[in-house]
């Protein structure tokens, strides 16, 4: 037995191995201090506890590293982690922070909030925005359309088809002016470069069909139909955050890393 390496009895002399609570030879117990002893780390840096943020897209900054090791860390033009060539990003536009164990962001009420990419599909609020490409879109329910019926001589109005639409997709331009306005059909509706109901054939960063949106109640359901660059849907107040996440702030696009315990 190598007795460097365990903890030695102080009442016989003999080494115990490292997690056993009582000496083996005399049966004498191993001090709680020594049983519940971790080591530390050299620095807060190697914390696997903690996450980080790896900045993915930030004109010229590629590949920064943001150690996120205090509790608090806001995110802005001011605070821990600071953007000042950024337009779009508020003085105090987020807060990272841990709550029982997890990474939490907070919108800290800024005025372009903050989008987490979607996994899958995730539910929508009427009026909530989301990102696909290089597009900021508004998803509002809309509601029944009465039909005024006949005229006063009984003649009816002449128009294009009508058909059945519970919601539209609002395409929204800078200075908070709405662009490009679909109205979805009883399948709801799919956005892409190409071959969508709701078409940006300039968007690059766009895939042929990038999305897709469907009713689901009162709310509505965005789905990324496995698109190369990812649909990214503004968090309402805070969100709970996982590894491999990305978060949009302003034009900054980030990756959220965390360490295994």
Known sequence: ????????????WTGVPAGH???GRCGTPVPPAVRDLKTNFFGEMQNPAKAKLILIRGEGMDGLSFH???EQH???????LIFPDDPFVSPRHANFFYRDGHLVVRDEGSLNGVFVRVR???PLKSGQTFLAGEQVLRVDALAPISDDGPDADGTAFYGSPRKDVTFKVTQVFRGSVDGAVV????????LGRDGAD????????LSGEHCRLEQNGRDFILTDLNSRNGTYARIVEERVLQHGDYVFIGRKLLRVEMNSN
């Open 1 to 12: 037995m190598d007795l460097a390496r365990h903890y030695v009895c102080r009442s016989c």
């Open 21 to 23: 609570k009582f000496c």
């Open 68 to 70: 996120l090791k205090a």
């Open 74 to 80: 806001i995110v802005g033009r001011q605070g821990q």
């Open 120 to 122: 899958g599909s995730i």
């Open 183 to 190: 109205q979805a059909g009883a399948r709801g509706l799919t």
């Open 198 to 205: 709701m078409n940006f054939p300039e968007d690059l960063f």
